[in-house]
């Protein structure tokens, strides 16, 4: 069965500070996602990553894959309080997404 | 124009009761799934149509029974409620035939149970 884990599971960290999610699973598979979910709020997508070597930045988050690894980080970069949340990765295996815990991110001043 | 939309937002119900959520998609995608969230953040995959077939049915209670009238809806009913059905539900929306299935979510049903 298709594990995803996450590491950290929790984060707190100073704004303007960088560091790095990363996020494990267990199977093959060339395609991951990772979400972003406010308090209360829905899932928002924010990278999907097709392919071995990918690499997808937008603003101060910055995605790549490693498939051969089983291996996707998640970078921040000079963290800013907006940037608070809790970050998702999932895999895809055949027609199913199978999603991480988690990582819940505090940035504090 | 909301893209993924579930109704209701909110649903207290009681133990034993029957409660049904819809979700529509105004995207034009072919695939929609049903996501369980529970207390501690945890999203399980439960059920997912494409074009009104049922291609996943993961290991949940037979009191769950989803439902899709076309390819733009996706309803969950629920018999007999249960106190550990307390949860987020998710409804989400996809393209199976590109090649990203990026998954599109709607705003969540949070359900409890009492």
């Known amino acids: 069965e298709l594990k995803v884990e996450q590491n950290p599971l929790f984060l707190s960290m100073q704004e303007g500070k960088n560091y790095t999610i990363y996020c494990n699973y267990s199977?093959?598979?060339?395609?991951l996602y990772w979400y972003r979910q406010d308090p209360g709020k829905s899932l928002e997508s924010l990278f999907v990553?097709?392919?071995?070597?990918a690499v997808k930045q937008e603003g101060r988050l910055m995605a790549s894959l490693d498939t051969k690894a089983r291996l996707s980080t998640l970078h921040i970069t000079a963290a800013v309080h907006d940037l608070s949340a809790t970050y998702f990765c999932?895999?895809?295996?055949?027609?199913?997404?199978?999603f991480g815990p988690g990582t819940s991110l505090s940035v504090i001043p | 124009d909301t893209a993924v939309s579930q109704t209701p937002k909110y649903l207290v119900t009681q133990m034993g009761n029957d409660k049904s959520i819809k979700c529509e998609q105004n995207?034009?995608?072919?695939?929609m799934y049903w996501y369980k969230q529970d207390s501690k953040k945890f999203l399980k995959i439960m059920f997912s149509?494409?074009?009104?077939?049922?291609?996943i049915n993961e290991t949940v209670p037979n009191r769950f029974s989803p439902k899709s009238p076309d390819k733009a809806h996706l309803n969950l009913h629920i018999n007999s409620l249960e106190l550990g059905d307390s949860a987020v539900y998710f409804c989400?929306?996809?393209?199976?035939?590109?090649?990203?299935?990026?998954?599109?979510f709607g705003p969540g049903t949070r359900l409890t149970v009492t």
């Open positions: 990553l097709l392919s071995n070597g």
């Open positions: 149509y494409n074009n009104k077939e049922l291609i």
């Open positions: 199977t093959t598979s060339d395609r």
């Open positions: 989400a929306s996809s393209h199976l035939r590109f090649r990203a299935l990026e998954q599109y």
């Open positions: 995207l034009g995608h072919d695939t």
């Open positions: 999932a895999v895809l295996v055949s027609v199913k997404v199978i």
